[in-house]
């Protein structure tokens, strides 16, 4: 509870620290205002995490690297699973791979996911003529106070930014908020989906064992999201779609910038630095015969023939 209360507090005070900033060219009290703090809080916590995915993509090749080995283990040890387990964890420990490392940025998002949530369902509670009301992270402190109701009663679309789907009827307009939920449930499924897919695609060695797992993750994660979000609030359905979008262009740059040997994105890679290359050399389309380049695209030359007076003259 000790940690839960301090993470309100942190995802609390960021989210009004953007929304003070926003409130400079934006209406303080508007729905679009606070829904832009949301944004701002996720921007801020990928920002902080951004050491975290590197050692994720490191730990991502070095996985790469000792498929071999850990094959051979796996061969070696076959009817031995403790010793296998044993081998494997050696492996890891030797080569400073963490198998878990990809996990790492949904792991540690997962109780700033749960913080938001909260605060979300705390300033729901809000009511002016209760007087036993506590309002939740820093929104208690006196100097932030004035901004419980103003978060309460911002509405985007003509939804608060703590309505639900499963309890839409306590909203102003359970219509509005149905096809809202359903809306964001659907761009966020989507956007988890295509994000865990660009990375077998594009990112993943055909012969990889973990690729099989990341297939079963593909349709999972997905659908763990569509079955609990008709419970998430809108607020936090903004906060899980931004930060979808974050990951998608994150990792297509570093797909496209720095992909894993042997996969069709490290193909594609070293396609476009060969293309370069031939630009730069002001060559199209060329083949290598004998040591020299013979760019197909220019003309060939043809050798005039020999020919006879008579035939000139007939000519």
Known sequence: MFILDWLKDGVSWVLVQWHGLFSIFLDPDSGWTWTFAIVGLVVTIRVL?????????????????????MKEIQKKYAGDREKQSAEMMKLYKETGTNPLASCLPIILQAPIFFALFSVLNG?????????TYVAPGVFAWSQYT??????HDAQIFGVPLYGTFMHADETPNPTA???????????????????????????SAPDNPMVKQQKILLYVFPLMFMISGINFPIGVLIYWFTTNIWSMGQQFWVIRNNPQPGTPAFESKQARIDARENRRRGVSTHEVIEGEIVD?????????????RSQRKRK
């Open 49 to 69: 995490l951004i050491p975290l995915f590197v050692k994720q993509i490191k730990s991502q090749r070095n996985l790469q690297l000792i498929q071999p080995q």
């Open 146 to 151: 004035h901004l419980v109701p103003s978060m």
């Open 177 to 203: 908020t149905h096809v809202l939920c359903v809306v964001l449930i659907i761009l966020m499924t989507a956007t988890t989906f295509f994000t865990q897919r660009q990375l077998i695609v594009k990112n």
């Open 123 to 131: 300033v729901s509670q809000y009511s002016p003529d209760d007087p």
């Open 296 to 308: 197909e695209a220019a003309p060939t030359r043809v050798q005039p023939k020999k020919t006879s």
